[in-house]
């Protein structure tokens, strides 16, 4: 029988597994609602979904490099205890490797596609991981950067994974001078490479902002605008690469470092596990306290 997009609704809605995968599932059982909720269940689908209502804002960070190709990714998890885990360092060297060759334009898509080249999609491989380790594991975010044969990837993970950074830098073949910059990047965490690529609105806020301190600090209001502009590379120094004094050597700018050996930087992506995430709280005592009572 036809599969309609309102059986796949009802199916996920029971469930929560996956578009793709209740969409298998009708089509195996032949639309039957109740077999197609077995056929989840058996193949440990149905128990992975249960799991998707947990937070899990601990995991790692990966980078895979193809040839010109590399790719930075986020896999969350719920303990850091299943990082260490050898089905969870091959799952993030699985994602690496299709994320590079395929290029996925989104998350949605790299999903629903077939694992390199097997009959499963992303998204069910993740589920029976999920099955077999008994955590919630999700590919929260990834970041696929091409390179010429002239330009050189900087390629750093920290903490074991903990921060991750992939960074580009043209003008340049020597990968040490970009891991050079990709580390920095690690430990100042910045938000932009230059000056340009801050908007004129953040600009101008951050100007109002330095106007009314000066003010109110009581400073003439002739000698307020020449404050705010000195103050302003402040800003700028906290906030893009650029301008930050390089970790290795302090007395230099990173441009520097990077203008001496004749390149610049092109882009850069910093990913650090669970930020902007919801951290799960836990009272050790309490949950002690709430096994003793039941």
């Not at 195996?28 to 440990?44: I, Q, S």
């Not at 106007?211 to 600090?217: H, I, P, S, T, V």
């Not at 230099?252 to 951290?279: H, I, L, N, P, W």
């Amino acid at each position: 029988m036809a599969i309609t997009a309102k059986m796949v609704k009802e199916l996920r809605e029971q469930t929560g597994a996956g578009m793709m995968d209740c969409k298998k599932a009708l089509t195996e059982t032949n639309g039957d609602m109740e077999k197609a909720v077995d056929y989840l269940r058996e193949n440990g689908i149905a128990k992975a979904a249960k799991k998707a209502g947990r937070i899990a804002a601990e995991g790692s960070t990966y980078i895979t490099t193809e040839g010109n190709t590399a790719v930075l990714i986020e896999v969350n998890c719920e303990t850091d205890f299943v990082t260490k885990n050898d089905q969870f360092k091959q799952l993030l060297e699985d994602l690496g490797k299709h994320l590079v060759s395929q290029k996925p334009a989104d998350l949605e898509t790299a999903l629903s596609q077939k694992l390199n080249g097997s009959d499963e999609t992303v998204e069910t491989y993740i589920n029976a991981i999920v099955a077999k380790i008994g955590e919630k594991i999700s590919l929260r975010r990834f970041a696929i950067v091409d390179k010429t044969d002239n330009d050189a990837f900087g390629a750093y993970l920290h903490m074991g994974g903990r921060i991750g950074v992939l960074a580009l830098l043209e003008g340049t073949t020597d990968e040490a001078v970009a891991k050079d910059v990709a580390m920095h990047i690690a430990a100042v965490n910045p938000r932009y490479v230059s000056r340009d690529e801050v908007s004129s609105e953040e600009v101008d806020r951050e100007r109002e902002v330095l106007k009314a301190q000066a003010l109110n600090e009581g400073k003439p209001e002739k000698i307020v605008e020449k404050m705010v502009e000195g103050r302003l590379g402040k800003f700028f120094e906290d906030i893009c690469l650029l301008e930050q004094s390089f970790v290795k050597d302090p007395d230099m700018k990173v441009k520097q470092f990077v203008s001496d050996k004749g390149a610049t930087v092109k882009s850069f992506v910093r990913y650090e596990v669970g930020e902007g995430m919801e951290k799960r709280e836990e009272n050790f005592a309490e949950e002690v306290m709430s096994q003793i009572k039941k």
